[in-house]
């Protein structure tokens, strides 16, 4: 289990708990507050939920304010990507089987198929990492493997 630590009042922490059906990344709250629950529209939070949608399938949590405020907070948008990809949860949607994780995390993170040569040599880097999923995704992401613009912006990639 991943645990990432944050200083704020109203949040603990944001970490990757298993659950009876699967592993969720999740937010603990020490104290609810209003402004914490939903936070007001801004890029940090879009990209958010564009990762969630592309990477998970489905609409962020109450974690959205947690992972809003560690990307205001200097985390890059790489370790945000890597650690949803890394998850417990991503893992377990796609079979729980490492050479299918990889599979799944590259074709996530280029929208294409990739080529036996890839799936091979970034198993192999699963492998060498000793399944640390999240280090392997944050590989991945920083070989330049996906053009670093926020999710669901359309950009022209002919110029």
């Known amino acids: 289990m991943r645990r990432i630590a944050i200083g704020l009042p109203f949040l603990l922490a944001v970490a990757l708990v298993p659950t009876a059906a699967h592993s969720q990344i999740t937010a603990t709250r020490a104290a609810p507050a209003a402004s914490a629950l939903a936070p007001p529209p801004s890029p940090e939070a879009d990209q958010v939920r564009g990762w969630y949608r592309d ?15 560690l990307l205001r907070g200097g985390m890059s948008p ?5 650690t949803i ?19 799944e995390t590259l074709q996530a993170v280029n929208w294409a198929e990739p080529t036996a040569t890839e799936l091979r040599r970034w198993t192999d880097r699963l492998n060498q990492l ?7 995704a944050r590989e991945i992401l920083l070989a330049g493997s996906q053009p670093q613009f926020p999710a669901g912006q359309v950009t022209d990639l002919g110029t």
């Open 85 to 103: 990809l890394g998850s417990d949860e991503f893992y377990y949607q796609k079979g729980r089987d490492p050479q299918t994780f990889v599979l």
């Open 130 to 136: 000793r399944g640390d999923r999240f280090a392997l």
């Open 55 to 69: 990477y998970l399938g489905r609409e962020v949590g109450p974690e959205l304010s947690a992972w809003v405020e």
């Open 78 to 82: 790489i370790d945000v990507q890597a």
